[in-house]
């Protein structure tokens, strides 16, 4: 089930939290429209907001060549109203191509925004960032008193500019097209470009309804084609009513209402076509829910309007991104007036799931978070509900902030005077995409998934030519051949960055390239394996364990959050390697090598002790004490007559070896001498008694080399 939470539209002047495809950008086209009395005291203002980085920036009026150069703090609102000269390479008021726009491009993500204002006709708009720009747009705007018309910006060269299929001008990066109609409503009028352009509604006067006093103008950015969606909620202003226009791309396109009343036009539309409709403040705002992606467009009324409950404003327009384009946090601040502007108030219309709308919190000048208060919740029948909230500081940035997500939008009052718009969305593409998990390709790049288990699929909108060989997939470089013509695909990858390119062709020829750098932050079954020695603690990898006193192979598992910010569970296989030491004794007869307890020594060629010491990891040791040895010979015979030559019976080569009995018999059997553990040389004696000369017998029992000698000997007395 794909979740979608609702856009924060961002009031105001707005920074938005969503890190990729929002109005925040680095890079910005934008010219003026026509305004119905600029000949009195038209002032053009320019307000960019900085998030969490400070910037640097420069502005730049491509007619003129006029750079300033910024250097702006990090949380600020920089205010630039326009000079008289910086108005006239930057005013497009008729019918044609020029030079006269503003490119504005700064090092760190930022929004920006415009007003066109003089006193009684104002209006204003976000400005969006080259990547949000599109190349189809149809025109939606109102009845004129004057001119109705748009403005193009072109971002690249060689940009060619259709109406309604017809080509009208050629533009190269920087330059304006500006199309104005006299006395009629442009509505509905396609415009295509073969790369993406800046596209303005620029309406000289409207009376909204028609002929209802007052006249005011139109500046809008309007969003492409490819960033429309299929649910809206629109939310009412304090002034109690408003209309709102619905326009569609395809044919057959029906448009389902919850709350709302039309007022021109039919609920069932083919391409171009539009229905007006009057919304108001007693059903809580109207919620639009479309079978094919539409364009909305809510507008302020003409001070005189019947009915209105708060008299003060004139018309003015707002574009209304879709719920799909969701965002959760925003930073406000209000237009300052200047020149002949006549504003006196500023309202934010916070839009949130009414499930969620206590979680709405806001901070004031950088304060701590708080519920809203000063204002009242309006539940809508939809499940969405929206929150009037006036703002009474135009020195200070204002954060909202919902886990759900926000929509608000941002108007201003005076005598006759009046903006609104929306000052912030994500500006996703959503007439043909791909999801990663669930996410939008655009909203995954440059975040992180939790899981080791990708799944990629082609969304359901996307009009892709049905021939082989036209969706093609790339990772990390790398064509996954695999997946050719696979609108979906899995696929696990380790802990990692990485980059996916879908390369396809839509039904109408036209080759897409979208991509996205995301990273992997949690792996299925993570395995640490690690090494420590007995009686040592472990600190490492996120575990903490006392003294290990038990040798061997041990598990333990626990949940950790890694250095992605993913809770992995991490199973960690211990080898507690004992501390020891080990001694060894063995004998082995001169020229026999020795081998055994792990150690091989080569043969001695004489007899004697010898150590060996074998050294481990943990201190740990192990030593062989080594006996080299030649084999006994027992005497053969002795002759005890004090001459001090061979007194005694003597075992030769004994003294290397360790005795467990010498026995000495008669002829008889009777035990004479028995040494145990020791064996000292027989003197010939029994009981202090010389024994008579003849043959004795001997039992030696060696103990280290489980050997036994049997023999016997002479006793010569002379």
Known sequence: MKQFFLICIACLVAVCSYGQASTLGKDFWFSFGNNYDADSGLSLQIRIVTKEKSTQATITFTETGEVIPLS???NTVYTHDLTNMQILAAYSGLTGKSSKSIHIQTSEDVSIYAINLSEATTDATSILPVGALGDSYYHLSYTTAMEDGYTI?????NTTVYQDGSAVEVLNKGEVYSSYFPDKDASGKHITTNHPVAYFVTNTCVYVPSYTQACDCFYQQLYAESLWGGRFFVPVTIRGKERVRIIASRDSTVINLTGGTVVDGLLTLNAGEWVEIEINAAQNGCYIDANNPVGVASYLTGIMYPGLSYEMGDPSMTWIPPIEQAINEVL?????ASGSSILREHHLL??????????????????AYRALTGGVWHDHSSGYSYYTLPLNNSNVSYSLKNPKGLIILGYGLGEAESYYYIAGSATRRLDGYFEVNGIHYQSLDGEVICTSDIEVEVSKEYLMDPAPGHLRWVLDGVE??????????????PVGNYSILMIAKNQYGKL??????????????????DTICQNESYDKHGFVLPEQDVPGNHVYSQELTNIYGCDSIVNLYMTVKPQYEKNFTAHVSTNEPYSGNGFLIPPYSTPGFHSFVRSYDCNSSETLYLTVYEDIVPDSYFSPNGDGVEDVWNIKNIEYLEIESVKIYDRFGKLLVHCSGQFIPWDGTYLGNPMPSTDYWYIITLKAIEKQYVGHFTLLRR
Do not use: C, M, Y
């Not at 910006?153 to 060269?157: D, G, L, P, R, Y």
């Not at 916070?350 to 304060?367: F, H, L, N, R, Y």
């Not at 996954?480 to 990858?493: C, R």
């Open 72 to 74: 702006l703090a990090a």
């Open 153 to 157: 910006v072109a971002v690249e060269n």
């Open 332 to 336: 406000v601040s209000p237009f300052l």
């Open 350 to 367: 916070i839009a949130v799931p009414a499930d969620a709308k206590d979680q709405t919190e806001i901070s004031q000048g950088g304060s």
């Open 480 to 493: 996954q051949t695999a997946f050719i013509d696979k609108l979906s695909w899995e696929k696990q990858l």
């Open 512 to 529: 897409d390239s979208l991509t996205t750098s995301f990273s992997v932050g949690r792996e299925s079954n993570k395995i640490i394996r």
